[in-house]
């Protein structure tokens, strides 16, 4: 992509109101733009890293056997009352709730178990249908009260919302674990190293579910760990022991983001809404449920919390918009100009993301300070001075190096 | 995938209330299930058909430089009041407009110019800027009287919409000729023939735009066409001639379903919202805009509406959930069970798109029954009497004939 033609360029100004980091960083960079508070569009950039994130997720889940498809976002009052969810004081404060101009009463999704439980009570007849996991990339909305964490708390965000249906309770904790596994995969993927954290039992169970916490000093949340295993609690249910109760190492606190979370349901949705399935002898039993969600957005701006430095954002490759970011600096001469441009193709043409910088007029302080700020991975940089080489500065590291086109390609595959 | 694991199986009867036959056939063939009248999920079957389809668009727009990004769905209503839209009867009709607890007002999206028009005004700045294309793919509400034909026309559906601004009228009639010649290799892939339909100006031109139809006798609308050129118009504007005005030929007329449309839209967003840049003599200059929109869920139903015959979904390659429906029989006997097991694998390998159906119980004419419904392009069949080699049939096609697995990936590909 040539960064002349994309939209739009980064900003010098940080936008007034954008109290977070992530909220800062990535509407200057050109990642987000805020259309009001609590709702964002992702831009080209932000979209790029967007569907990486995606990517990584659908691979992961269909590797478990998880199948993916598409809910509705307008649901009608009539299902959610079948919970009692409707009328419930908590997720009337949150949902937004209205009727059309024919009276028709309807509300906007900030989950999906109501749903999805409708939909497997057509479908699922006998044990031999069970069990079944079905995943979607969704818009949800939420009438948060604040607003005011970037995209890590939106009004209107992407999430991930995973739910599984199970014969059995002992069917749904195997589930439970394997899933568990694959978001752990999923975390390291995207770069982020996420502890998994116990934490009360919801609606459910009176043992523990699990969160998945990202440490980060903006965080929301409190932690306790052990420095040593991999022991953790959130603050809901820590009793304060200075010790870890598995391996007696020394426990510590710190600031985190959820970026992940896994509930068992149990049977409360099946009974509300009738999801029964023919055991062997014929007899009707309760569906198990359970749903796990990855806030993808929120996914998005954790990144930028966890990493970045004062100059901007420092991507992970896996998720980073561009691979290389190309910058021609004396490119009014025509030689320069005609190198970079080759050098640009051939990238490509190995199937390297380049975001090519190929603007005549700014200078060189402007062009580094663009890269940094969108903070893709490899700065490759073309001038007077590098004499048919190529100067290469990883955004994570301070020193410049020298070398061929064949080696840049060797050393970002 | 395994037929066994695939959710859900196809269902024995037409559902109450379809009444057009995507509905009757994507419902039955398991491929979308209706949450209530005009909204419907996307099935894991369904999602597949759809991410192939949003994938062919993805390359042709991003082939002409178009940029992806993802706008909300959620509306303030000064955005739309400075337009006039929010206010107009017909908008009213059509778009969920609603407060909320806290008395905020707020529309669901129905189309994105305003949107659109005011990120634009944010970035856009002088002529260098310009032109830019921005689309995305993205849920659609629209509050519609009656919701009878599937998901041909739906009270929340998918779109793709592109944006266009310019410089000038010229830039922007250049872009929009650019865009037609991409959307017919986008409907060419998808496998539609799709007819270039001059229509009506609307807002901006007294000359004419384009729809793009796909001839289909359950169209709701109708269109007068050339039998030998491209001559093509819509009811609106064609004034009854019976000889073609290009090349004298007789005109005939067809049911047709619109899939596409583009318009010119000239100043009326950029003076509305305020978009303007400055030209090379730094004089103020209002943008010139364009919009572009694919139906997407549409598109999957006129797909349906197009190619279907008494058994079932007839799809085009380029878009079918699988390439190959591999039907296992008298898998009750191991040696055959391992020999269609092999060859599911075998063709997985080879990067083909496998639905295996792996069933024991079900009669060969259940299982056949199940593959003419579903639609997959070549049906495979592994048994007692195949003997080492694979039966294929074509699903468009009546004749089976006895192939080598290398020939069927030869084939397939």
């Known amino acids: 992509m040539l960064y002349s033609k994309l939209f739009p360029k980064t900003l010098k100004q940080v936008p007034s109101g954008a109290e977070s980091v992530n909220h800062q960083l990535l509407v200057r960079s050109g990642f987000i733009d805020q259309l009001m ?28 056997g998880c199948q993916e498809m598409l809910m509705p976002l307008l649901h009608p009052r009539d299902i959610w009352d079948k919970s009692g969810r409707w009328s419930d004081p908590n997720v009337k404060e949150i949902m937004y709730q209205f009727k059309d101009i024919h009276e028709r009463e309807f509300g906007l999704s900030f989950t999906h178990e109501e749903i999805v439980a409708y939909i497997l009570s057509k479908f699922i007849k006998s044990y031999k249908d069970l069990p079944v996991l079905l995943y979607h990339f969704s818009t949800k909305f939420r009438n948060e009260l604040r607003a005011k964490s970037g995209i890590l708390r939106g009004r209107e965000f992407i999430m991930k919302d995973l739910y599984s249906a199970h014969i059995s309770e002992e ?29 009360a039992g919801g609606v459910f169970t009176k043992g523990h579910t699990h969160e998945f916490q990202v440490l980060a000093e903006s965080g929301e949340d409190v932690i306790y760990y052990c420095q040593k295993c991999d022991f953790a609690q959130n603050q809901e249910i820590y009793d304060g022991e200075k ?26 949705y099946s009974q509300a809404l009738g999801v029964a399935y023919q055991d062997e002898n014929g007899k009707s039993q309760d569906v198990w449920f359970a749903s796990y969600g990855i806030g993808m957005t929120r996914l998005i701006g954790t990144l930028v919390e966890v990493f970045h430095d004062e100059k901007g954002i420092i991507w992970p490759e896996s998720v980073a918009p561009f691979t290389v970011h190309l910058v021609g600096l004396d490119l009014e001469e025509e030689s320069i100009k005609t190198e970079a441009e080759k050098i640009y193709k051939l990238l490509q043409a190995e199937g390297v993301a380049v975001l090519f910088d190929d603007r005549v007029g700014p200078s060189a302080g402007e062009k580094f300070s663009d890269t940094d700020l969108i903070g893709v991975p490899y700065r490759v940089v073309i001038s007077k001075k590098t004499q048919g080489k190529l100067e290469v500065k990883k955004r994570n590291e301070k020193n410049t190096h020298f070398v061929t086109l064949e080696a840049l390609v060797k050393m970002v595959r």
């Open 37 to 64: 508070a609590g709702s964002y569009t992702l831009l080209p950039l932000g979209w790029k890293v967007y569907l990486k994130i995606e990517n990584i997720i659908r691979e992961e889940l269909d590797k478990i």
């Open 171 to 199: 069917d749904m904790w195997q589930w439970y674990e394997i899933v568990k596994k694959a978001y752990v995969e999923i975390f390291k993927r995207v770069g982020l190293d996420a502890k998994v954290v116990e934490a």
């Open 243 to 268: 010790k870890c109760p598995r391996c007696g190492s020394e426990i510590q606190s710190a600031s985190s983001i959820e970026v992940g979370n896994i509930f068992p349901l149990g049977t409360k």
